[in-house]
């Protein structure tokens, strides 16, 4: 492990995987069952699960970890396993960025949810000519030592919106701040990249 890797191990994962957790249980429902797309070794699922205890969550990820916390299925990263309309939600946390194709990646989300999803992403581009930079960096740091597909395919904030609207999806309660990374770490890692929102069928 690099000690870029241990720094991250040891002052970032942690508080991120929290706070993340936090945010996503607040775009959940109550309960029902809910499908993570990308979901690596589930725990943010698990702490999820604490904070909604109502709501079941399984996963599907390409790269299988030699633990996990919630039952995780391979996939392809194109086509989930799972039948139309089985699962209550779809979740995608920093997923989308690591596929060469994330609108079909949304779009099979779609397929498999009863009624939307949830995403945590980054966007890049302006206002912040140095976003990309520093999302590429981070992406390195957090996940080459577990293999992850790593094309740094990070949106801009139109081609967000772009996505949403070819998929017919609507956006609620956005959040755009977390407190991801300790001061004054959060100054140059989080700034406005980083969002999350619930999406839904107009």
Not at 51 to 61: F, N, W, Y
Not at 69 to 87: A, C, K, L, M
Not at 154 to 182: C, H, I, M, V
Request: charged share 25%; with cysteine.
């Amino acid at each position: 492990m690099t000690i870029y890797g241990r720094f991250h191990d040891k002052w970032v994962h942690g508080r991120r995987v929290r706070v993340i957790a936090d945010a996503l249980a607040e775009l959940l429902p109550s309960e029902g069952s809910v499908l993570d797309v990308g979901s690596g070794d589930g725990f943010i699922d698990k702490l999820i699960m604490q904070r909604r205890p109502g709501v079941e969550i399984s996963g599907v990820d390409v790269v299988m970890r030699g633990k996990a916390h919630i039952p995780v299925r391979q996939f392809d990263g194109n086509t989930i396993p799972f039948e139309d309309d089985s699962v209550d939600m779809v979740m995608l946390s920093d997923v989308l960025h690591h596929t060469e194709t994330p609108l079909d990646l949304l779009r099979e989300a779609l397929r498999v949810s009863r009624s939307g999803l949830v995403i945590k992403d980054v966007t890049t581009g302006a206002p912040d000519p140095l976003a990309r930079a520093t999302l590429v960096g981070m992406d390195w740091v957090g996940n080459a030592r577990h293999n992850v597909p790593l094309p740094y395919n990070f949106f801009t904030r139109k081609q967000w919106q772009d996505a949403f609207d070819e998929l017919g999806l609507a956006e609620s309660n956005r959040r755009e701040r977390f407190g991801l990374y300790p001061w004054p770490a959060t100054l140059l890692f989080e700034r406005r990249m980083h969002f999350a929102c619930a999406l839904r069928p107009t």
